[in-house]
């Protein structure tokens, strides 16, 4: 059957391939324009297969807040080349997989659950199938390695211009201005803390300051009482430095964040997602 030229513009109109693939296509289903999508799809996932090997050390990050700010998604997507991360199709991609776990029903999906869900962006096209149709235009190993869904009070988000930063923060409750959470996330960018109070930071690594400072304080001949004295003042001063609300506020100095959101009507920051490629 012969291909007419209309025919190989339209389905590289829709699906963005090379033209010669998209009449290879067309001629091996007798000009039919759904069948040779459904054929195209299948060669794509066959090449997604033979890449899925190689590194995917670029990538990028995307968040979702539903309108009520109650629910919130962080994701990371990876690929293998910078600017394949930066171009509308990847970064639609990571939007589409974003939204779509914010408004699923599930609580704390895995990844495979992820992938299986249908996308909100395009009906009738699961997650994976978004991921199949970028890497059919894009051609590099696609993976979605990390999908964090939180519930709360207030959600509020911070994605850096490109893409490769991101964190989610969950607050106990609204605060009485949406710009004290936005200043919250980009401290929580600037400053990446270990944990969000000092009972969430490692013990080991709390019984490490511990030791070198009582160490140091000893070999120093300091008494007994001084030496715990300076030892209590070190961990204190490392829990202001790793613990987000210990920390000093980076945008109102001198001040901790805790004290910030206590005035902003917030008692508790419920959760911190930090996700960074690279």
């Known amino acids: 059957?012969?291909?007419?030229?209309?025919?190989?513009?339209?389905?590289?109109?829709?699906?963005?391939?090379?033209?010669?693939?998209?009449?290879?296509?067309?001629?091996?289903?007798?000009?039919?324009?759904?069948?040779?999508?459904?054929?195209?799809q299948k060669k794509y996932k066959g090449k997604m297969e033979k890449r899925s090997g190689n590194e995917t050390g670029e990538g990028a990050v995307a968040v979702h807040?539903?309108?009520?700010?109650?629910?919130?998604?962080?994701?990371?997507?990876?690929?293998?080349?910078?600017?394949?991360?930066?171009?509308?199709?990847?970064?639609?991609?990571?939007?589409?997989?974003?939204?779509?776990?914010?408004?699923?029903?599930a609580a704390s999906p895995s990844l495979d659950e992820v992938l299986a869900m249908d996308s909100v962006s395009n009906p009738g096209r699961t997650l994976q199938g978004e991921i199949e149709e970028v890497f059919g235009l894009l051609r590099e190993n696609i993976k979605l390695t990390a999908c964090t869904k939180i519930t709360t009070g207030y959600v509020c988000s911070y994605v850096?211009?490109?893409?490769?930063?991101?964190?989610?923060v969950g607050l106990d409750a609204a605060p009485t201005d949406d710009s004290i959470g936005t200043d919250l996330c980009h401290h929580v960018t600037f400053s990446n803390p270990m944990a969000i109070a000092p009972d969430g930071i490692p013990a080991e690594d709390v019984e490490k300051v511990r030791s070198l400072s009582k160490e140091i304080a000893e070999g120093d001949g300091k008494p007994p009482n001084i030496v715990e004295m300076i030892v209590e003042g070190?961990?204190?001063?490392?829990?202001?430095?790793?613990?987000?609300?210990?920390?000093?506020?980076?945008?109102?100095?001198?001040?901790?964040?805790?004290d910030v959101l206590k005035a902003g009507g917030v008692n508790a920051v419920t959760h911190m997602i930090y996700c960074k490629i690279g």
């Open 65 to 105: 807040i539903s309108d009520d700010k109650k629910t919130g998604s962080i994701i990371d997507v990876r690929c293998e080349t910078a600017p394949v991360a930066k171009t509308d199709q990847y970064v639609a991609m990571a939007d589409a997989i974003a939204k779509t776990v914010c408004l699923s029903d």
């Open 1 to 40: 059957m012969a291909i007419k030229a209309a025919q190989v513009k339209a389905l590289r109109d829709e699906t963005g391939l090379p033209m010669m693939e998209c009449k290879a296509a067309l001629s091996e289903t007798n000009g039919d324009a759904e069948e040779a999508k459904v054929l195209l």
């Open 160 to 168: 850096h211009h490109d893409c490769k930063t991101g964190v989610l």
């Open 234 to 258: 070190k961990v204190n001063a490392f829990y202001a430095e790793k613990a987000l609300i210990e920390q000093e506020h980076v945008k109102v100095p001198k001040t901790k964040v805790k």
